[in-house]
């Protein structure tokens, strides 16, 4: 976790199962799960825990790559507004973002930091030959292709950069 949580959320976070560990549950416990999952974004959304890029990764059409509408308004066509949009499993993993950012190895992070904060925010061009390489060295999957967008946010690059980086996911799946 690298965003603050109450003793409540933090029980709540740890009650939750976040996918792929959710396909296994059953009808009741899925309905309770998304129901935790539903508490938990309601009371960080109410304490504007969640930081910025991320509820713009969530918000803002921009940043959901190959759509023409945000995460927020697929999910809502879906399930809902308002708290609804909380209580399907498709939120899950974005909860999981919100909370826990993008989640991909340590090596990765490093080669971000490094060639952003150290070449002052101009290495993203660079980044995009490192990605190729460190996805093939990952055994990187499709769906991390998102992941490696959400990192790029995570250091403060726009929605451009960021898709660029992203596209030079090279799945080995």
């Known amino acids: 976790m690298d965003i ?3 003793d ?4 709540l976070f740890d009650s939750i199962v976040f996918p792929p560990d959710d396909d296994g549950l059953d009808e009741q416990s899925k309905a309770n799960n998304v129901e935790l999952a539903r508490i938990l974004a309601v009371s960080l959304m109410e304490r504007d825990a969640v930081p910025e890029h991320r509820r713009k990764f969530f918000d803002e059409p921009e940043h959901n790559m190959g759509q023409s509408q945000s995460v927020r308004a697929v999910l809502q066509a879906r ?7 909380y209580e399907q499993s498709g939120f899950l993993k974005y909860l999981r973002y919100f909370i826990c950012g993008p ?4 090596k990765v992070e490093r080669a971000f930091r490094r060639e952003l904060e ?3 925010g101009t290495g993203h061009r660079r980044l995009v030959g490192k990605v190729k390489e460190m996805t093939r060295n990952i055994n990187a999957t499709e769906d991390q292709r998102e992941k490696f967008y959400q990192q790029a946010l995570e250091f ?3 929605a451009e950069a960021a898709r660029e980086i ?7 799946d």
């Open 4 to 6: 603050h949580l109450t």
């Open 8 to 11: 409540f959320e933090i029980s």
């Open 79 to 85: 399930n809902g507004a308002g708290d609804q949009l």
């Open 103 to 106: 989640e991909l190895p340590e």
């Open 118 to 120: 150290e070449r002052g």
């Open 156 to 158: 403060g690059l726009d």
């Open 166 to 172: 992203a596209m030079a996911v090279k799945a080995t």
